[in-house]
């Protein structure tokens, strides 16, 4: 595979068919102590930045489960990790999406083939009929939703009630990018694993499985070193361009309330066409920014109004993104809008 790969291309590969989890020891090791002793909780929320393997870790998981179905058993209780070979039967049944023991909710296309902005309500009502019917394969069922934030308010009240009165031997892998912003009644039927962006050494090593590289590349240890311990971010930058575009725009962001109307036009043009990859890299820029300066500002009581102007600002700016990428939207007038809205919130 070329290093010159756009991110689409590179990040095809579905964390359901990943085998390998790099990091996160300390994790996979508290949900494996947990199903061993035999009173797992059914709800775990494992939040943490976007790109750092929590989906990885949840499918890990849901495979252990549903290949090993005693946690009493003596293959369990010496496992050292979640592992399944890849050969094993439940493996490649996850890894197809075609195990009858496992439900996954997340974004699909709606009927015109465009991706949806949010999980529905009628597709988290399928929990019932999973959890609620007679078992279709002997065991545990798990069902894992990627990601929790995506719920829509009546998805994540129906979610709710499945998670209030949990089936036995039943699962829940909760995936959320921000868990603070997930509903506190959802939060608090659920044991929480927060995981750490990923070491830059990790990062190499995932990224250059995902990208058919050698760890030696020189271009992705550059990307590693900007991605802020997250693979799917290193991807991103890989080929050095959506590199570029990352440092341009943390230039305009420092300069900030000012703005730089050329370098705005010059920036809405690279960013131009539909390459997912440029606006990933964009939103990363704009959205690390965001998040130190919300950092910087918690510690003074003082800075709290502007910090939830800003914390309002970001709202919007993410809907924006998601509608620019949904739709096909034309870059431009997003970046004038995202600098224009960060301006009159940091003036």
């Known amino acids: 595979m070329s290093p010159r790969q756009t991110e689409s291309q590179v990040a095809a590969r579905h964390p359901r068919e990943t085998t390998e989890l790099f990091g996160h020891r300390e994790a996979e090791t508290a949900l494996l102590n947990a199903y061993r002793g035999g009173r797992i909780p059914h709800a775990w929320l494992i939040g943490g930045a976007q790109g750092i393997g929590k989906a990885t870790l949840a499918y890990r998981m849901a495979k252990f489960v549903l290949a090993h179905r005693d946690p009493l058993g003596m293959d369990v209780q010496h496992a050292g990790t979640l592992r399944v070979d890849p050969s094993d039967s439940v493996a490649r049944q996850v890894g197809a999406g075609a195990h009858g023991g496992l439900l996954t ?188 300066r919300l950092r910087a500002g918690a510690r003074d009581n003082a800075n709290l109004p502007r910090l939830a102007r800003l914390a309002e600002v970001w709202e919007k700016i993410n809907r924006a993104a998601r509608d620019a990428e949904t739709y096909n939207l034309d870059r431009k007038p997003l970046v004038f809008s995202v600098f224009g809205l960060l301006a009159e919130a940091t003036q």
């Open 105 to 292: 909710l997340e974004r699909t296309a709606n009927d015109k083939g465009v991706m949806r902005t949010v999980i529905t309500v009628d597709e988290t009502r399928e929990t019932i009929s999973f959890f609620g019917s007679t078992a279709a394969v002997e065991g545990w069922r798990v069902c894992i939703v990627d990601t929790v934030d995506e719920l829509n308010p009546n998805a994540a009240n129906a979610l709710l009630k499945v998670l209030e009165e949990p089936p036995q031997r039943s699962l829940f892998l909760l995936v959320s990018h921000a868990p603070a912003r997930v509903l506190p009644t959802i939060l608090s039927r659920c044991r929480k694993l927060l995981l750490r962006p990923l070491a830059a050494a990790d990062v190499i090593r995932a990224a250059a499985g995902a990208a058919g590289l050698s760890a030696d590349d020189p271009a992705l240890a550059d990307a590693a070193a900007a991605a802020e311990g997250s693979v799917a971010r290193a991807l991103t930058l890989l080929g050095g361009d959506a590199l570029k575009l990352q440092q341009r725009t943390a230039v305009l962001l420092a300069g900030l309330p000012r703005l730089d109307l050329r370098e705005l036009h010059a920036l809405g043009d690279t960013l131009g066409g539909s390459d997912r990859g440029a606006l990933t890299a964009f939103v990363d820029s704009v959205e690390r920014w965001v998040g130190e």
